[in-house]
């Protein structure tokens, strides 16, 4: 009897899975939603800034982990947890003092913004991702090379530089900077020196422009050289990265006692949702994993020896050892994909947000339940109704760039659009057209590498709207041209950290026999209709072409106009 806890934190909130390490049975799970998150707090989507505070965090592991325990059985399974791996969001990173401690956790800093976790998807930082940008073009040593060509506002040095420029008292008192996938194993084994930190190479490596090549990070040249705010930065960080499969360290004795685990409770090696997902859901060599949800974020795993000599353009980095040891890991996403179809949602439900509380028919509890009732059926009301409208071709055409762009060549100030509208336009029409736009940014990514010779042959379907969406599954399907699989796995981004934990803790020797023994297959698979094939080649035709005007001359021609 050996089990595992696999915990991933994702946007919204975290869920803890125990899982049976000898078939990957899930035992029991438990979710907790982040309440200051939940209330908006030390957000301002106006300006796309989205913080979470590290308590959060804490009280979400420390409930779903020790609920996690209660529903399995209590102390006759905590004393079969063999090991703890963790998987987040990313780049999602924090301040920290000499002990690792995040300052919002310290006097001074409780409700400080900028003392808070950087959300993957906060947006802050733009200036700063384009400064680096020029600034790499001066180097002779390519540092961008491995990240696509292209650094972004999500990641880590963007959201760094930006915070030392934005706030002094924040800035006097960080000692270093950590991503949230570093900082909950640090934790959890009750580490006190923030050098002693096990760096994530999934993290590092995607995000923070680590490199096997470059010995590390970047030279202080040329942090230092784009800011004098950045001088000397690279010394408090750190040199050495690990894989997943390596363990942390072990359970701390106070965290022992809190969760009613033993002290020999192996901790693993953190790393992205995304990258652990797509081992819970059973990658392969060239298999595109597709982890759906707010955003999107695509995983490819290609032999080491096949990527010799070869750079691709317009990704999110190529690292090796970042989702399996020894092959090289080829991240890209959306920057919202799940979020394009709720920001609809919440547009077309203003009125029961905004009248329905007023109502003199119906008493505020009823008001409330019915707004509820609606708000949860939208989404799939709306997706019967545009499935219903057949396959003729239509004018609807959407750019889905709401959040902006992750994949092919990261721009986060782009923004989405819907045209050919008429009279005639309903809202599942309207709908339909966001679907489609989603769908055409997952076939701009496979495009993306097909372009740089790395084959994509076939889709790996995971997360929320993966496995609740048939309607938006079928369309990229038929977009596409390719079949795609969905994992059975319900959580199969905390799946995919129970077997790294399988193999930290010594269970299974690699990730590849954790896999092999804790895999729990595919429950369906999506087939392209070929007669809307000319179709959505038409459509996307059309959607490159518009989000190409977008690009060149709208942001232009606006300002152009206004002055």
């Not at 590290?54 to 779903?64: A, R, S, V």
């Not at 901790?267 to 597709?290: C, N, T, W």
């Not at 959580?491 to 803790?505: D, I, N």
């Not at 094939?533 to 959607?543: D, I, N, P, S, W």
Request: hydrophobic content about 40%; some cysteine.
């Amino acid at each position: 009897m050996n089990y595992v806890i696999g915990v991933d934190y994702g946007t919204d909130s975290v869920r803890s899975v125990l899982v049976d390490t000898s078939n990957g049975k899930e035992i029991s799970s438990s979710v907790f939603f982040y309440p200051r998150w939940k209330k908006g707090l030390y957000c301002n989507p106006a300006i796309n800034q989205f913080r979470q505070h590290p308590l959060d965090y804490i009280e979400g592991i420390t409930h779903t982990i020790k609920e996690c325990i209660a529903k399995a059985g209590g102390d006759k399974i905590a004393n079969h947890i063999k090991g703890i791996a963790v998987d987040t969001t990313g780049s999602t990173p924090i301040s920290v003092n000499e002990a690792g401690i995040p300052l919002s956790l310290t006097p001074g800093f409780e409700e400080n913004p900028n003392a808070m976790f950087m959300l993957w998807k906060d947006h802050t930082a733009i200036k700063e991702a384009n400064e680096i940008n020029v600034h790499a073009e001066k180097f002779e040593i390519n540092y961008l090379k491995y990240a696509g060509g292209v650094y972004s506002s999500e990641w880590f040095w963007s959201k760094l530089l930006y915070i030392l420029r934005t706030d002094i008292k924040v800035r006097n008192h960080t000692v270093s900077w950590v991503e949230h996938c570093d900082w909950i194993p640090f934790l959890l084994c009750g580490e006190t020196d923030v050098k002693k930190m096990k760096r994530s190479r999934c993290a590092a490596g995607h995000k923070a422009l680590w490199a096997e090549e470059f010995g590390g990070l970047p030279s202080d040249n040329f942090f230092g050289s784009l800011d004098p705010l950045l001088k000397g930065f690279r010394a408090q960080l750190f040199t050495d990265t690990y894989t997943s499969d390596v363990p942390a360290g072990n359970l701390s004795a106070a965290w022992a006692e809190i969760l009613g685990l033993s002290i020999n409770v192996v901790i693993g090696v953190g790393a992205f949702d995304a990258h652990m997902g797509a081992v819970g859901g059973q990658i392969e060599p060239y298999f595109l994993s597709k982890v759906m949800g707010t955003s999107t974020c695509d995983i490819l795993v290609a032999p080491n020896q096949d990527m010799e000599g070869k750079l691709i353009k317009g990704i999110c980095g190529q690292v090796n050892g970042s989702v399996i040891p020894n092959m090289v890991g080829l991240e890209a996403g959306q920057s919202a994909f799940g979020d394009v179809y709720a920001w609809f949602k919440n547009v077309i439900s203003w009125p029961l947000n905004h009248l329905l509380s007023e109502s003199t028919i119906i008493d505020p509890a009823t008001a409330e339940a019915l707004k509820t009732e609606l708000e949860g059926k939208i989404i799939a009301t709306l997706s019967k109704h545009a499935e219903a409208l057949g396959d003729d071709d239509y004018e609807e055409l959407a750019i889905d760039w709401f959040n902006g762009r992750r994949t092919p060549n990261a721009n986060q100030e782009l923004k989405g659009a819907i045209t050919g509208l008429s009279l005639g336009t309903d809202a599942p029409r309207i709908f339909r057209s966001l679907v489609e736009a989603t769908c055409f940014g997952a076939k701009s990514i496979v495009e993306c590498f097909v372009a740089e010779n790395i084959p994509v042959k076939g889709i790996i379907g995971i997360g929320g709207v993966a496995k609740k969406s048939p309607y938006i599954m079928q369309m990229m399907s038929d977009i596409l041209e390719m079949p795609i699989r969905i994992h059975r796995f319900e959580h199969t981004c905390a799946l995919g950290a129970a077997m790294f934990a399988g193999v930290a803790a010594g269970i299974y020797p690699t990730i590849e026999d954790a896999m092999k023994a804790m895999g729990t297959g595919f429950e369906k698979e999506y087939k392209p209709n070929k007669k809307k094939q000319k179709m959505y080649r038409e459509h996307y035709q059309q959607y490159q072409n518009l989000g190409r005007y977008f690009e060149k001359y709208i942001k232009r021609d606006i300002k152009a106009y206004i002055s």
